[in-house]
């Protein structure tokens, strides 16, 4: 599918967490690897995996992967920032991105399937909802690729979609993961929990997030 491509947004420092997210187990795999998965599942082709200093350490987990590595300098910069990044690595023939946050790797590639057909059907802005709650990932029509690499980077994607409200395309779907962000470990065990039934180790490596 090379007409869809898809960014993974990696580059933030973890604080809440305390550990760096993309690289916290998630089942047998890491989170970077299973979205990675998930969007290769669904046959996106062209993966972009925008990551900051901890760049490295994400390359080493996916060197046996189709993915294209970006460097975000600043992680402390808006998610604007990435997401342009991630935009140059992108094909200028491709048609429509997927963008998610890394810390949303229980998204069944069948969603991603959906929102594609959906695309393919006409709509040109995708979000997904489940109860009415908006989630990740969100698909754009590419024919925004000038305003989504200069998004405010105060308002950043949610002020986007808000400005164009009138041509989203809210998508419902049966699976709460796709609202469902890991921002503590609270969150990160209770999200382990529900998909693999069994809380994550406890021991995991630590990680100097300010190095």
Not at 13 to 42: W, Y
């Amino acid at each position: 599918m090379n007409d869809v491509a898809a960014i993974i947004l990696a580059a933030g420092r973890s604080r809440r967490m305390g550990k760096l997210k993309p690289l916290l187990l998630f089942g047998n795999k890491t989170v970077i690897e299973t979205v990675v998965d998930n969007f290769h599942t669904a046959d996106i082709e062209k993966v972009v995996v925008v990551t900051g200093q901890h760049g490295d350490d994400v390359r080493q987990r996916l060197n046996d992967k189709s993915v294209t590595l970006v460097t975000n300098p600043n992680p402390d910069s808006e998610m604007s920032v990435s997401i342009a990044l991630g935009l140059l690595a992108i094909d200028p023939k491709a048609k429509a991105v997927l963008i998610t946050p890394v810390d949303h790797p229980a998204v069944p590639s069948e969603i991603v399937g959906s929102l594609i057909e959906n695309w393919r059907g006409g709509a040109k802005l995708i979000q997904p909802e489940f109860e009415g709650k908006g989630g990740h990932p969100v698909l754009i029509d590419l024919s925004f690729r000038n305003e989504l690499s200069n998004l405010d980077s105060g308002e950043g994607l949610r002020g986007f979609f808000e400005k164009h409200r009138a041509e989203v395309l809210r998508l419902p779907v049966d699976s709460p993961f796709i609202a469902q962000d890991m921002d503590t470990w609270d969150d990160y065990v209770r999200l382990h929990e529900a998909v693999f039934s069994r809380k994550p180790e406890e021991n995991q490596q630590s990680d100097d997030l300010n190095g």
